[in-house]
């Protein structure tokens, strides 16, 4: 294949129509530029220039390799100008993960206002409650809800993730209301199949003493909105976290239960691959979603 510079220089020299004037543009001597011309004939084992003392002149092979080049050249200069915009303003197609129940709920609703502040942006949301390989699955950003983050990619801190146990006014009016992490293992338990301890529930006492407690019931899923159904239909107590909810809880939906006791608490991310050089709609996205979603959590204040 021939170097990329000697056909630069060939293309030069046909648009100049001599090798000292292509020598001037790209600030070369002359027998550079020669010895470029030479050595893109010699490799494509044909002559591409007819010369002599007076003028240049393209050979057959010379006019059709030279009518290739250009507009190949063409194209690797527009594309350099698409990627220069790119770097300068958000733009282009923007690929989101998200946990299913926070995408729905906490990020969806604040797509339209985004899309207008950045018209150039389109957004291609993947909901999903797995953990995905954001860099072998091609997303841009990926919300994580985790105690710790990948180390391999950047983390950006929205806020804690709290969980709190739960159960609708019904649930409780038939089967009582649990006083102690202990009384949970009387009652019937909705569980998140993703959450880690789903089993055994860990609590804090409120004189700081670590406790246990081996939780069981009808009911287990692997999506916490599916799960909120079954809560609000009065069929059990979950453990879920506080952006699921707490709209319920501030509605009287639901009724929190052992708020001395502390329970699981994760972190929400923000995570996108290491780059050099990140992407302004990455990092609209990151900003616009971190104005929105602070350490005040807007889903607790009422709850």
């Given at each position: 294949?021939?170097?990329l510079?000697?056909?630069?220089?060939?293309?030069?020299?046909?648009?100049?129509g001599?090798?000292?004037?292509a020598?001037?543009r790209?600030?070369?001597?002359?027998?550079?530029?020669?010895?470029y011309?030479?050595?893109?004939?010699?490799?494509?084992?044909?002559?591409?220039?007819?010369?002599?003392?007076?003028?240049?002149?393209?050979?057959?092979a010379?006019?059709?390799?030279?009518?290739?080049s250009?507009?190949?050249?063409?194209?690797?200069?527009?594309?350099?100008?698409?990627?220069?915009?790119?770097?300068e303003?958000p733009?282009?197609?923007?690929?989101?993960?998200?946990?299913?129940?926070?995408?729905?709920?906490?990020?969806?609703?604040?797509?339209?206002?985004?899309?207008?502040?950045?018209?150039e942006v389109?957004?291609?949301?993947?909901?999903d409650?797995r953990?995905?390989?954001?860099?072998?699955?091609g997303?841009?950003?990926?919300?994580?809800?985790t105690?710790?983050?990948d180390?391999?990619?950047?983390?950006?801190?929205?806020?804690?993730?709290?969980?709190?146990?739960?159960?609708?006014?019904?649930?409780?009016?038939?089967?009582g209301?649990?006083?102690?992490?202990?009384d949970?293992?009387?009652?019937?338990?909705?569980?998140?199949?993703?959450?880690?301890?789903?089993?055994h529930?860990?609590f804090?006492?409120p004189?700081?003493?670590q406790v246990?407690?081996p939780?069981?019931?009808?009911?287990?899923?692997?999506n916490?909105?599916?799960?909120?159904?079954a809560?609000?239909?009065?069929?059990?107590?979950?453990?879920t976290p506080?952006?699921?909810?707490?709209?319920d809880?501030?509605?009287?939906?639901?009724?929190?239960?052992?708020?001395?006791?502390?329970?699981?608490?994760?972190?929400?991310?923000?995570v996108?691959?290491?780059?050099?050089?990140?992407?302004?709609?990455?990092?609209?996205?990151?900003?616009?979603?971190?104005?929105?979603?602070?350490?005040?959590?807007?889903?607790?204040?009422a709850?």
């Open positions: 294949m021939a170097s510079d000697d056909i630069v220089v060939f293309v030069q020299v046909v648009r100049d001599s090798f000292t004037n020598a001037e790209l600030e070369l001597s002359r027998s550079v530029v020669s010895k011309v030479t050595r893109l004939e010699e490799r494509l084992g044909a002559r591409l220039l007819n010369r002599t003392t007076r003028r240049l002149s393209l050979t057959e010379g006019q059709v390799f030279y009518e290739r250009r507009r190949g050249l063409e194209d690797i200069e527009e594309a350099e100008a698409e990627v220069s915009r790119l770097q303003e733009r282009g197609v923007l690929r989101i993960n998200s946990p299913m129940s926070f995408g729905i709920l906490h990020i969806a609703p604040l797509l339209p206002d985004f899309l207008e502040q950045y018209p389109s957004v291609d949301m993947n909901l409650d953990k995905v390989d954001v860099v072998e699955e997303f841009d950003v990926s919300i994580r809800i105690d710790l983050p180390s391999s990619l950047v983390a950006r801190r929205l806020g804690p993730c709290r969980h709190t146990i739960v159960a609708a006014p019904s649930y409780l009016k038939t089967h209301t649990p006083q102690t992490p202990d949970l293992r009387d009652h019937n338990i909705i569980a998140y199949q993703y959450q880690e301890s789903a089993t529930w860990h804090l006492t004189d700081r003493k246990t407690v939780v069981g019931g009808s009911i287990q899923m692997n916490s909105l599916a799960l909120r159904e809560l609000l239909g009065g069929v059990g107590i979950m453990r506080t952006f699921v909810v707490g709209g809880i501030a509605a009287g939906r639901l009724i929190p239960l052992l708020r001395n006791f502390q329970t699981l608490e994760l972190s929400i991310y923000l996108y691959p290491q780059r050099r050089h990140l992407s302004p709609k990455i990092r609209a996205f990151v900003d616009f979603v971190s104005a929105r979603i602070t350490a005040e959590l807007y889903w607790e204040a709850s």
